[in-house]
């Protein structure tokens, strides 16, 4: 009804639209707001020591998820995972939870029990409890949840404090997730192809779809340090991809970045996924999401304190001036630019189903 | 993907749902939740004398709203104004929200901005402030917002405190909403019959018309009340109609109602387009939502207290054997059933675009 220019939003993709939001919405201007519009999830002060920290994300159907492959168990579960590890990436405490649903007819009752038994799973995993929420008709699956957890002000991490000299530091191992992405797309091309006919068998990749369809947020890693009475001085979960957070962990901390590739550490079950689909197992670990795996800053003094199991050393901070590298293995280094995965990326629609 | 019956969603509707969703996620633990899912938002404490308030509502194209008819200014507007009255519901002070927008590729940027414009004026008019949220792809526009509100926690008003003899009293007038929405439908399908040649004068309709797409959350009058210090003992939004509200309150209660047909405020706008559609504007004042006006109890001694201009009485609280009755002009009564829109009413799907 406005009588204005179109301006189709791929020209400025999803960064760009948060930018123009953050114009409009003008900055807070409450002192109990800690942390508005910038890391994984917002601050705000609660009472003189304690703040609660909230994060909202959306799954929807054909966009983040094909029903075709995806236990609605499974749905649910990360549904609340994905949000539990924006707290997580703060360094809280997730505690509560509501969930906004929007179901199309082609869903069953017996399928939403199966999501909100998925949910109960990762609530009872996390300790998370859901207090209320939303529930109404709608043409695709659409869920969006909001996770609030809480946490000492002082023990609160941002992306904002990396310093160079400080090692980067990355949980678990990378790349997985994509590799069970690019799996089940694969799955869903062939059955395509071959109609009724074609019966996937899934077992041998059952690693990296489980590392797709249900990731877990490390509340165990944070929670760890926590009682070690170690603090990173950066912190943010990888959802889009090592190279694309590796850059807004510098661009917070305005600093630069050396990653070693060789250093980043992947799964054997990746490597032969990638092995598979005859494509480079690196790129799927820098440029992959969806793995919820954290990435932080860690002074190389306090480094020795951390369970070294429990992380990776992948590269450091250096000046600003440096920008962010990657060290090939070939000795090689060039910059590592975000081209993490945007919903707004030119192609993505032939992606959906 | 998983093995077992379908039952469509309609055969149990939103509040079986509901019921589904509370019997899997069992009962909340932590003792610093006050109230789980049961009223419009959700209570839980944050220090020894202070709650927060969230509540979470999600807003899709085609099943809450039809773009066509909704200047995507008051769409901003309305996603936080229905949010923020579920807070005023509970008397708390909406402070944080976060959004997430699911975008197709028809809206344009300059469509977005004005979404935000709206919303800006939200946060303005209400004191809220935007935290965070998710922008990402969708297929049709879909908005979810959450709201946190704080209070005292022997300030919070829940629907549960209404006691037999305590006064039915209803804010601002009813049915408008519902009159603008009639209006909208209405002259929707004059342009599907009458095509382009058809340029609608809606300007005879402006107060229905927003009522329904620029809805107001009565903030002002929680305030009044709290200032002047009183407090109801009972209190929600009507979001689905004052028959679905009393019933909840009543519910919550466990008491019945007695509510007087021709008490209840009814705009003249709202009965002039009743009379045009031929049809009985009391039903549009009992049945119609979003009108985002309070149904409160108060106590007979308490009333004096309030300014009298602000709320109407439309009938009392009585013993719960009396049921939930409205007494009609002619001097009948009746029992009012809720009868309220429900997203899963059979037949929805006609008046959806």
């Given at each position: 009804m406005e009588n204005v220019s179109f301006t189709p939003i791929d020209q400025i993709g999803e960064f760009g639209l948060i930018d123009r939001m953050k114009e409009i919405l003008g900055p807070t201007t409450s002192d109990d707001v800690i942390l508005g519009i910038t890391d994984d999830?917002?601050?705000?002060?609660?009472?003189?020591?304690?703040?609660?920290?909230?994060?909202?994300?959306?799954?929807?159907?054909?966009v983040h998820f094909d029903r075709l492959f995806m236990p609605m168990e499974h749905l649910g579960y990360k549904s609340m995972a994905v949000n539990i590890s924006d707290i997580v990436a703060m360094?809280?405490?997730?505690?509560?939870?509501?969930?906004?649903?929007?179901?199309?007819?082609?869903?069953?009752?017996?399928?939403?029990?199966g999501f909100y038994r998925g949910v109960r799973h990762a609530c009872d995993a996390y300790g998370v409890e859901v207090l209320g929420g939303d529930t109404t008709a709608a043409r695709y699956l659409t869920?969006?949840?909001?996770?609030?957890?809480?946490?000492?002000?002082?023990d609160?991490?941002?992306?904002?404090?990396?310093?160079?000299?400080?090692?980067?530091?990355v949980t678990g191992d990378l790349g997985a997730a994509y590799a069970g992405l690019r799996v089940l797309l694969n799955e869903r091309n062939r059955m395509?192809?071959?109609?009724?006919?074609?019966?996937?068998?899934?077992?041998?990749?059952?690693?990296?779809?489980?590392?797709q369809l249900r990731p877990r947020a490390r509340l165990d890693l944070v929670n760890q340090w926590r009682d070690?009475?170690?603090?990173?001085?950066?912190?943010?979960?990888?959802?889009?991809?090592?190279?694309?957070?590796?850059?807004?962990?510098?661009?917070?901390?305005?600093?630069?970045?050396?990653?070693?590739?060789?250093?980043?550490p992947i799964a054997f079950e990746t490597r032969d996924v990638a092995d598979e689909?005859?494509?480079?197992?690196?790129a799927f670990a820098l440029f992959g999401g969806e793995d919820y795996e954290l990435l932080f800053a860690i002074s190389p003094h306090d480094v020795d304190k951390l369970d070294d199991k429990s992380f990776n050393v992948v590269g450091e901070f250096v000046e600003k001036e440096?920008?962010?590298?990657?060290?090939?293995?070939?000795?090689?280094?060039?910059?590592?630019?975000?081209?993490?995965?945007?919903?707004?990326?030119?192609?993505a629609e032939d992606e959906e189903s």
């Open positions: 999830a917002a601050v705000y002060r609660v009472s003189d020591d304690r703040v609660n920290i909230v994060a909202t994300d959306a799954l929807i159907e054909g360094n809280g405490t997730p505690r509560f939870a509501t969930i906004a649903l929007g179901i199309p007819n082609t869903v069953s009752i017996e399928q939403i029990e869920i969006s949840v909001t996770v609030i957890g809480e946490a000492d002000i002082q609160v991490i941002f992306r904002r404090g990396a310093r160079p000299g400080d090692l980067i530091c395509r192809e071959e109609g009724d006919s074609y019966v996937p068998d899934l077992a041998h990749y059952e690693f990296v779809i489980q590392r070690a009475g170690v603090k990173p001085r950066a912190l943010i979960d990888i959802s889009d991809g090592l190279a694309s957070e590796i850059n807004h962990i510098c661009s917070q901390s305005e600093c630069g970045a050396v990653v070693h590739v060789s250093a980043v689909f005859q494509e480079d197992v690196d440096r920008g962010v590298q990657v060290m090939l293995p070939e000795g090689e280094s060039m910059p590592l630019t975000p081209g993490g995965y945007t919903h707004f990326r030119p192609g």
